[in-house]
């Protein structure tokens, strides 16, 4: 049976690939899609989810609900300089030859639910077996744990990219985009009881797509969809060299893969919180790594990605999104 999905996602150039995977894997069916703020404005988000289904062409499209505008308790912090200004390296403004916009403005048939309404309606759509992919900001997550955490209790299970468990942030020192930007919501969903699993940077910093990889791979299959592909790709991998990085990291495939997946990595139980009030610390996820005796911690509030699987996660990554014989 195919594994059900919702989305939750703030696209973003690696939520975009993340879609892209999900449409091109046959083992799941994605459900529907909530968008949030985070890398881009939730107006821009939104935009960005029907300009990757009109791409996609997915053959059942997910139904897509507009979710929060911003984080819990604080104004949003974006990233333009990572994902471009419109978040998916700016295509928008893309023409053709003669002077068409490449990729027009998509018509946005949206659900007359909010993200936190649609996913609850989701769940009551596939109780016990829906799985929810976080890859923004937790807002619409929590925002649903505050309407009705007992319908929320009935998600099979609940993946989401976020925090920095034993490595730095890339954000700040110590926290991690998706977790600095609502730290009030991270909170709330890992303290909520629900089978949350993390992937956090240790393991999806791992995953570097190289530029001449995919051009490589791009090159060898005639799909319309290489294209867009391409043309969204460019600012991230021009932020990669800015940085000094191999490639555009692919955190949110990470996560995805993951849920379709779960043998690319080895996860441990442990207690996780995440810090709201520091200075230098927002958004700082704080695992309890002590070597103790179990007993003595607080019980785990999720299951830990520890490592990845990262020849085999790029593999399907590659396969699913250019295969060759297509
Ligand atoms: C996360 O931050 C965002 O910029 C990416 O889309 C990913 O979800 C990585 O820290
Ligand atoms: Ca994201």
Redesign the pocket.
Known sequence: MAIRLLIDT?P?I??ALALLLAFRSPECSVEAITTVA??VGVERSTLNAFRILEAAKPSRAPVVGRGADKPLARSLVS?PH??GDDGLGNLGELREADGSLRYPKPRLALSPLDGPGLILDTIDRFPAELVLVA??PLTNVALALQRDARRMALLRRVVI?GGAVGVPG??TPAA???FYVDPEAAAQVLASGLPVELVP?DV?QSAILPRSVLEQRLAMCPDPLARFITDMTQRGFQFAEEIGEGGITL??PVALGIALAPSLTHFESLHVAVECEGALTRGVSVADRRAIPVGRKAPATCRVARWLRTDAFLDLFLNRLCPASS
Do not use: C, I, P, W
Request: charged share 25%; aromatic share 4%; proline share 0%.
């Open positions: 703030d973003g690696d939520d985070g890398n990233a990572v994902h890859l923004g990219m890339n954000v991690e985009f998706n940077l999806t955190h949110d």
